[in-house]
């Protein structure tokens, strides 16, 4: 009668009497190792496009910026006359200058072509048309110098006379640098932004 109780004990109890969590009980499922294994796409790599400037914008703007440094060599005969040495890298210059000032309204004509041809001409790319329109903007501003003697009458004397020998420098110098780095930033293709200048040109291109 003893050995009852231990069988009891070692029957398995019915579900019905086991605990409530014990009837619902799910295996745990291991996912496969292939969703371990498994790699994102590596991204994509796209290519920046670059379009060089056109040989032709890059030869029109170039030759825009002549047009105010031959209008602003008679500012520097102050410049010359005191540094004689300062003339020597423009003498190569002086044919295509002499050839310039043999036209009749040369200066007139080159700023109108530029303006209608260039500028106001759709065809041509905004490359070519903003560096046009920059060298028109500084061409303008050489005749600045003139309006202000004209109107203050400064002198050839005294005061006046330093004052006109200081403004004539100051644009001279300011004109061939503004030319020299328009130039070359347009023989490379880049486009040159000129203090004073960049700012109103890029507004009416707008």
Known sequence: MSTIPLLRLSLPLPTSLLP??????????TPPLSTFSRKPPPPTLTKASYTPTPATDRLISAASYFLPFFNSLHYGRFLFQQYPILALPFQPLLPLLS?????PYASF????????GIVRNPSFRRYARFNALQALVLDVLLVL????????????????LKFTVWMHNFLFVFVVACFVYGLGASVLGKTPYLPFVAEAAGRQLE
């Open 20 to 29: 409530p969590h014990h009837n619902h009980f799910v295996p745990h499922r």
């Open 99 to 103: 050839l310039y000032r043999s036209v």
């Open 109 to 116: 004509v080159s700023f109108f072509a530029l303006y209608l």
């Open 145 to 160: 110098p003139m309006l202000v003697q004209k109107i203050f009458s400064p002198g050839s004397t005294g005061i006046g």
